[in-house]
C-alpha cells in the first residue's frame, strides 16, 4: 500500500483562527515575540505561549532559536494542540538563503509528525517583515510541503492573508 500524500490546502485569512493539531509562527530567534504572526499568535494564544518560550530560552536555546530551525510550544488558548515557532531568513539580494526558508517548513513538519499531528496550518514564512519575494516564497513552500507532506500528515494548510499572497500560493500550486 503507497502512503496518501497530505492534502495541500490554501486558506485565506487569519491564523489565529484555525482548527489544526499544529500552528507554525514566523518567529524571530530571540522566541520572545515580535509584530506580523508572531505578535497575533502571542495576543491570542494568549500568555501561556511566552511562558513556555521563555522556557525554552532558559534550558537548551540560550542564545536564542538559529534560522532554519523549529521548536514546539504549547498553543495556549488557540484551537490547536501546539505552536511550531520557526525562524526565516531576512531577505538578502547578495546572499542565497532559500535553504534555510525550505528548512523551516521542512523542520516544522518534521516536528508536528514527531508530535502526531494530522493537520497543519502555515503562514508564508519570511515574506512580511522579513521581506521575502512572494512568489518565491510560495514556491519554496509548495515544494517543501510537496516533498515531505507524508505519511502521517493528512492536510498542510497555508494560511494567507491577502489576496496577493493568496494569489501566489494558488499559482505555485498550480505549477
Ligand atoms: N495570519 C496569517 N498571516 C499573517 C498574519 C495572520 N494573523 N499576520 C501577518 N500575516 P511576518 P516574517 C502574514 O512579518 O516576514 C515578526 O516581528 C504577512 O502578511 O509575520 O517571517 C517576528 O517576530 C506575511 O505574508 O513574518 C520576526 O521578527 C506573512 O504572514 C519577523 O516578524 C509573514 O509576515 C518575522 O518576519
Known amino acids: 500500500m503507497t502512503a496518501r500524500p497530505a492534502d495541500i490546502v490554501l486558506v485565506r485569512g487569519d491564523i489565529t483562527e484555525q482548527r489544526v493539531d499544529v500552528i507554525?509562527?514566523?518567529?524571530n530567534s530571540s522566541l520572545l515575540g515580535g509584530g506580523g504572526v508572531d505578535g497575533a499568535i502571542?495576543?491570542?494564544?494568549?500568555?501561556?505561549?511566552?511562558?513556555?518560550?521563555r522556557r525554552l530560552r532558559a534550558s537548551h536555546y540560550g542564545k536564542g532559536l538559529a534560522t532554519g530551525q523549529a521548536v514546539a510550544t504549547t498553543a495556549g488558548l488557540l484551537h490547536a494542540g501546539h505552536v511550531i515557532h520557526t525562524v526565516g531568513p531576512v531577505w538578502s539580494r547578495e546572499e542565497d538563503r532559500a535553504a534555510l526558508l525550505t528548512s523551516c517548513y521542512e523542520q516544522s513538519l518534521a516536528l508536528a509528525r514527531e508530535l502526531g499531528a494530522e493537520?497543519?496550518?502555515?503562514?508564508?514564512?519570511?515574506?512580511?517583515?522579513y521581506r521575502w519575494p512572494l512568489d518565491n516564497?510560495?514556491?519554496l513552500a509548495i515544494a517543501a510541503a510537496r516533498?515531505?507532506?507524508g505519511p502521517t500528515l493528512k492536510e498542510i494548510r497555508f494560511v494567507l492573508f491577502d489576496e496577493t499572497a493568496y494569489r501566489a500560493f494558488e499559482r505555485a500550486l498550480r505549477g
Open 24 to 27: 507554525v509562527n514566523a518567529a
Open 42 to 53: 502571542h495576543r491570542r494564544g494568549g500568555p501561556a505561549i511566552l511562558e513556555d518560550c
Open 119 to 129: 493537520t497543519i496550518a502555515f503562514p508564508a514564512i519570511s515574506t512580511g517583515v
Open 137 to 139: 516564497g510560495a514556491d
Open 147 to 149: 516533498a515531505h507532506g
